[in-house]
């Protein structure tokens, strides 16, 4: 056996032959119709045969690391053939460098055994000696490359006297493994691109579930479902809701939701935050003033409820409302009525009354600081949402929701390696699923390629001592290049801190405004504050307010 150095190209190539002509003009048209190996391979094998005698080829690939096969690494086996039985090709199977066939695979060099009958390598491990002809056999193995790896061998075998010249035939099987391994990059360049389009479909089969479920709460875990349930038979009726979970954990999403799904639904639901509300304002923010109510006030305002009429009212993190407001706010819900800031007409009002809270509001009622009889006329239909952590199970599918909405808001296609959506599900998501949706969020916006791995993920995941994250702008947001890992900077508070109004100077406010490029919303994220509270003191000038 002797390694057979690559033909060398003369300046005076020989015309092709009839035959190679036929040969290549035939796997030309082959390729121009159909790019799958299965067709292109087989059938270039078949020419060979045919036309030049070049018997039994074959085309032997190494195993994929996660094949079917389950074989050890580097096994390598028959996976195209002509002139081979069933039988021939599944004796077919090479370990690491073993025979000929292993020996072309692990040094990348064409191999061209003389005689088979005289070389102690050869193997004859798929077509026994027996089946092939009396006289003298060669048989020729090459490698084929894919961006200079070896990742395959085209052998075959050939009656040694013939009147082609061997190295005519050389020549022309090394155009074929280059072929062949065109073929082979093309369809594992075509594998990837359907791998991906199967994963995005699987998000878009997933983003289409998740849009069916109603109100846009996304989840089935039982824990979910139980509050949806209580939600739903609560729809119809007209006494207040209280909302009791943590901040995070959808206690707005569950206020709308409570509005559509009641006859209330073609008329306004009006948010308010009474956290974002300095104790001076509230009465006039809820209930609205006459002209000369006070000095400035030049013409009449209509308040919250007001402008709520006929729909749903949703007062969130109620427990912040100051106690003379909380009088007011019981004596309307007993009378459905109200009176603006300086006047004197009882004005009716229809308005759906949905309160919302992350305290523990019957500690309050014991200290004192929220009244007891509004606690029970808010209590009259508690619905308590769960944690994160009390519904695991959802973890999968809403951050695939949540990744579908920043992939389309941010023309990207980043997905989650299975372990990665593993390891979210193991996180304790204090901030819950708001927490959740900030993460992939940002993982979106700045992972390193398209697949984030378990790996990758660690560096998005707010610490759990600090509990803290990096904000987006302290990383180049929506740069095309591959984004560095974020530096930890403790700056945003996983979970909101309800802050006092006057908690931050004008100044602080404008800067940090300035530092987030003018984005409200990361400012106030990065304050701790939600958008309206940031905005509010804002306009008010804060710490005045
Ligand atoms: N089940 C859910 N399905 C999809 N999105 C959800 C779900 N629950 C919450 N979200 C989303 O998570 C974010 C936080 O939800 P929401 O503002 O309703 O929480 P919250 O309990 O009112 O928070 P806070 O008490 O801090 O105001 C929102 O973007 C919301 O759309």
Redo the contacts with the bound molecule.
Sequence with gaps: MIPNPSPKRSLATPPLQAQEQLLMREIIGLIGKSLAPGVVLREMLHLLSELLGLNRGRIVLVDAPDSAQNSPPGTSRICFAYGLTKAEIARGIYAPSEGITGRVLATGQTMLVQDIDAEPQFLARSVTRDQLPQETVAFIALPILVNGATVGVLACHRIRSRQRRLNDDMALLKIMATLAGQVLQLQDLMQQQTRALETRNTLLTHALDAAAVRY????TSSA?LQAIDELERVSQAQASVLLL??????????ARALHLSSQRRDAPFIKVNCAAIPDTLFESELFGYERGAFTGAASARVGWFEQANHGTIFL??IGDMPLAMQTKLLRTLQEGTIVRLGGKAEIKVDVRLVA?T?RDLETDVASGSFRRDLFYRLNVIPIR?PSLRERRE?IHT?AI?FMNRANQANQRNVYLSPAALTRLQEHPWPG???EL?NVIERLVLLADGPMVTATELERFLPTEAGGTFTTLASAPVGASTPAKPAPRAPTAPLV?DYLPANSHTREELQQTLAQHGGNQSRAAQALGM?VRQFAYRLRKGAPQG
């Design positions: 846009g709460i996304i989840g979910l979970g943590e901040s995070g954990t959808g206690k707005e999403l569950f969130d993190e919302a992350h949402l959802d809403l929701h819950n699923i708001r949706g909101r939600t």
